[in-house]
């Protein structure tokens, strides 16, 4: 009894005494040792924090089989069964390296990312809405980036050679029909939505991801926020009309509303333009989202756009000014998008979005009503998936309905009309594969069913990137893309196939810490342009082809002076086309040579206010003059534009807003028009294509009404 | 008599044993808990604190229901965001932070201190990037400090940094700091008289507090 009673009781005294030591060693992959590494045993306290030299030793009272944890930033966790007997154990641990999106390689070739969540973006948010020239549009602040040509008459984005209606809008993934508002002849128009909705802008400028489809030269790509910032009312007042908006903000979830009255006769009236206006553009519109937290992680989002703008001018003749024909147009825009995104499993997410475009231009040229009608729908699922931090994949698909039509309405009583109506189905699939944190390769195609032609597609995708060092890396990018011609040229002919173009993209990117530099450079290969048959609008087919070839420079540098960030960036272009009415290969008339833009941003902290200055200039663009033997023999002289803003914070919730274009003046010529038939003397007459008034000057008074004071309109940004 | 005796002296034994083993346990979480709270706040290099963090993020990982673990390794990890210089590692930590301060709220997500800590953590992100985070995370971190000081009026450190960052825009605009100062004085009175039941709360601040006060004469 005496024994049972001291094997038992030493057996108790024991359980406090034995005592097992663990020790060794952490190291990465390449054998590096990695200290402030975290080892412990699961469900315990016990545990240590590796040294500088990656060693690591405590002892534990813990027995019999445990599981021996080690972590790390970066790394992947590591596992391990220990028996613990009082025994001492050593063990050396390598980490294997873990894919994180703040160490990995990124796939840059192309694209320019504007987010607050991600570190690493070249460009922010907020640069949209403070550089000084776009007046907080969209396109306007991308056109200060490498890869575009300004065209300063159209205000889109030309890209590397592309037309404007080869970039193309996305909102949280749902295509945007007609992005821009209508604007008067030869003055910039802007874009439908404000950059104060998006929380991110990834503007590519070739090859992009499979998920987007129908844009031959550029996407891009706007996500909508997920919260509505607190509940408030804000109120804008401009020179050129005024807006309120209110948010409502709940637990998880919030709703806005927003109206805007447009009214350009004030400002007309003050400042003389060179256009004869019957009535200024004055435009209304109303605005409004719902965003909704739903289960764990899902998120339901909604937003409407609704506008109406209108505006009547003379056009003069050339040849004979006091002939003068009126132009009235009406332009009714309807936008719906709806997206529910949610995760599936710890390792699938989908999204589903739903967005529809209805607009209408309602024109009356000269004694003739014509009517263009739009409507589009575009359904899209996608699915997401990482299977393991190295491989991820990504599939969907999309629908994509049309339904366009022109009615001609003569005064004659007669009526004639164009339609057609397009189907679009497409699925694509695109994976991911990492090697290591250093080099990634992308691989992808997507397919397509277009109805009108009856024809099914597939084109691939493909890029790579690979990271030298911490801080350097080159990326590369492949792709085919497709877009449907232009609505005026498919209304004449149905069977018309897609036009295509081939994208090959070579990149370097250098970040140190606040400076960035990029250059790149691409080959860009047009084919199945579309083509008047022997110079005949009427007979279309897809014989145009064309290529366009370039390198572009990019340096931002926010470290070096205080208070100031600025970035330069420079393209060189080199394009050619046969398409449409060329009768050869020749340099189309949106293309300019060389780009360069300069903008500057300089805080002043004394008067709270934020100057920005923004530099352009852009080489001459060719322009045909029928008088030449040559066809777009003509070359306008070099643009340049110096734009200025001040963005001035008296008080939390005030902001006052002032900006002006071409503040030197510069009288920019675009081109010419030329006069239908020759004069007398076989001469065309020409009038050059100028802007409407040679600046455009901008007041802006926000105020923010909430219950918290400090609220002010700069957070949207 | 005598095996009766045993059996019962052997009962006993075991029943203390187990007994106190279970208190122990209890013991043993304040205990280490304690040491370690005061490591956190006297540790001065981002080692020391990278050490201390581990430890929380351990006993976090055995303590699935006590959300100080998460609390104090959330505080860690700002503290290393705090003496690191190179920005991308200071958002690493405090990535990291997040994370931490997050587990804390799924825990308790009514508890004043974790919103305070959030709003810290969200105070300290701006500071990386005042120019373009200064709108939106100064937004954010005034919500928290707002929540927390709701959930309980009597948190110094909701107050302390409420004060901070209203003087912090006041400054910017050039107003009176007479709000921003209130709020101080009110924060100094918490810090005096601030009482907890739970021995492991947070404890901190005061020292801004202090200093704070140079600029409110």
């Known amino acids: 009894m005496k024994t049972l009673f001291t094997v038992v009781l030493s057996g108790i005294i024991s359980l406090g005494i034995a005592q097992t030591k663990i020790s060794g060693k952490i190291m990465d992959a390449q054998g590096e040792s990695i200290p402030g590494a975290n080892i412990s045993l699961e469900q315990t306290y016990d545990g240590a924090s590796s040294d500088v030299e990656g060693k690591f030793q405590f002892t534990t009272t813990e027995t019999g089989n445990k599981i021996l944890v080690v972590t790390f930033v970066g790394h992947k966790g590591f596992k391990q069964n220990v028996e613990l007997n009082g025994k001492p154990i050593f063990i050396e641990v390598k980490l294997e390296e873990e894919i994180s999106q703040l160490e990995a390689v990124e796939i840059t070739a192309g694209s320019f990312t504007a987010s607050d969540a991600s570190r690493r973006t070249v460009f922010k948010a907020i640069d949209i809405a403070t550089t000084a020239g776009a007046t907080a549009d969209i396109a306007g602040a991308l056109n200060t980036l490498p890869g575009t040509q300004k065209n300063g008459e159209s205000g889109r984005l030309f890209v590397r050679g592309g037309d404007g209606n080869e970039t193309r809008t996305f909102i949280d993934g749902n295509v945007v029909l007609d992005a821009y508002n209508p604007s008067a002849p030869n003055t910039p128009s802007r874009g439908r939505f404000l950059p104060f909705m998006f929380k991110g802008t990834s503007f590519s400028t070739g090859g992009y991801s499979a998920e987007y489809g129908q844009a031959l030269s550029s996407a891009l790509v706007l996500n909508s926020k997920d919260d509505g910032g607190g509940s408030r009312t804000d109120i804008g007042l401009l020179s050129v009309g005024g807006d309120v908006a209110h948010t409502q903000s709940w637990d998880r979830g919030s709703a806005s509303a927003k109206v805007q009255y447009t009214n350009l006769q004030p400002y007309m009236g003050l400042i003389s333009q060179r256009v004869d206006w019957k009535s200024a553009p004055v435009s209304i519109e109303a605005s409004g989202a719902l965003r909704q937290h739903v289960g764990k992680d899902g998120m339901f989002k909604v937003y409407g756009n609704f506008n109406n703008s209108n505006f009547a001018l003379y056009e003069h003749s050339i040849s004979d000014y006091n002939q003068k024909f009126l132009y009235d147009l009406k332009n009714n825009y309807r936008y719906l998008n709806s997206i529910y995104q949610s995760s599936l499993s710890e390792k699938w997410s989908m999204r589903s979005g739903l967005s529809y475009t209805y607009l209408q231009n309602d024109a009356l040229v000269d004694q003739t009503n014509i009517v263009e009608t739009q409507q589009g729908i575009h359904a899209k699922t996608v699915f997401d998936g990482s299977i393991t931090d190295k491989f991820e994949i990504k599939s969907g698909a999309e629908i994509i309905q049309r339904n366009y039509s022109q009615d001609f309405n003569l005064n004659d009583g007669t009526s004639h009309s164009l339609a057609f109506s397009e189907l679009i189905a497409a699925s694509f699939v695109e994976a991911d594969l990492y090697t290591s944190n250093n080099f990634v390769m992308r691989g992808g195609a997507r397919m397509e069913y277009n109805n009108l032609i009856n024809q099914f597609s597939v084109d691939p995708r493909a890029s790579l990137a690979y990271k030298m060092g911490k801080k350097g890396q080159f990326s590369f990018a492949y792709g085919k893309f497709r877009q449907t011609a232009k609505n005026e040229l498919v209304r004449v002919n149905h069977q018309l196939n897609p036009e295509k173009a081939e994208h090959f993209i070579l990149s370097y990117q250098l970040v140190n810490n606040k400076r960035t530099f990029r250059a790149e450079t691409y080959y860009k290969k047009y084919s199945s342009l579309v083509k008047y048959v022997q110079g005949d609008a009427n007979v279309l087919d897809n014989s145009g082809d064309g290529f366009a070839k370039g390198f572009e420079l990019f340096w931002r540098d926010n470290g070096t002076i205080n208070n100031i960030d600025y970035w330069i960036s420079y393209s060189y272009l080199d394009t050619k086309r046969n398409y449409l009415n060329y009768p050869y290969e020749a340099i189309p008339t949106f293309a300019s040579k060389h780009n360069l833009s300069v903008v500057a941003k300089y805080f002043i902290q004394p008067i709270r206010s934020q100057l920005g200055v923004t530099y352009s200039i852009t080489s001459g663009r060719p322009y045909n003059d029928p008088n030449s033997d040559k066809f777009n023999g003509g070359k306008t002289p070099t643009y340049s534009d110096l734009s200025f803003n001040w963005s001035y914070l008296p008080k939390p919730y005030l902001i006052i807003y002032f900006s002006c274009t071409n503040v030197l003046g510069r009288n920019n010529i675009f081109g010419y028009n030329y006069s239908t038939t020759p004069d007398t003397n076989g001469i065309y007459a020409s009038r050059a294509i100028t802007q409407a008034a040679p600046r455009f000057i901008f007041l802006g008074i926000f105020i923010t009404l909430s219950k918290d004071k400090s609220m002010n309109q700069l957070p949207n940004l | ?217």
């Not at chain 2, 009766?4 to 106190?20: D, Q």
């Not at chain 2, 990890?77 to 003496?83: I, S």
């Not at chain 2, 800590?117 to 937004?139: A, C, H, K, W």
């Not at chain 2, 100094?188 to 005061?206: C, I, Q, R, V, Y």
């Open chain 2, 1 to 217: 008599m005598k095996q009766c005796t045993i059996t019962t002296i052997l009962i006993v034994v075991l029943l203390v044993a187990i007994v106190k083993f279970s208190f122990a346990n209890d013991n043993k979480y304040a205990e280490t808990m304690q040491k370690n709270i005061t490591t956190v706040y006297t540790a001065q290099t981002i080692e020391e604190l990278q050490a201390v963090t581990n430890t929380f993020e351990r006993i976090a990982s055995a303590e699935k229901t006590k959300w100080e673990p998460y609390y104090y390794a959330s505080f860690g990890y700002v503290m290393m965001a705090t003496r690191e210089k190179d920005g991308a590692k200071k958002d690493a930590y405090l990535d990291l932070a997040f994370t931490a301060v997050n587990k804390a709220k799924e825990i308790a997500p009514n508890e004043s201190e974790v919103i305070a800590l959030e709003g810290f953590n969200y105070m300290i992100r701006l500071t990386v990037d005042p120019g373009s985070r200064g709108p939106q995370y100064s937004g954010l971190s005034m919500a928290s400090f707002g929540k927390a000081m709701a959930l309980n009026p009597e948190n110094p450190r909701a107050l302390v940094f409420m004060a901070q960052m209203q003087y912090g825009t006041a400054q910017f605009f050039g107003s009176s700091t007479e709000e921003a100062c209130a709020t101080l004085a009110k924060s100094l009175e918490k810090f005096s008289t601030f009482k907890s039941d739970n021995p492991l709360a947070p404890a901190w601040g005061k020292a801004v507090a202090e200093g704070m006060k140079e600029q409110c004469k």
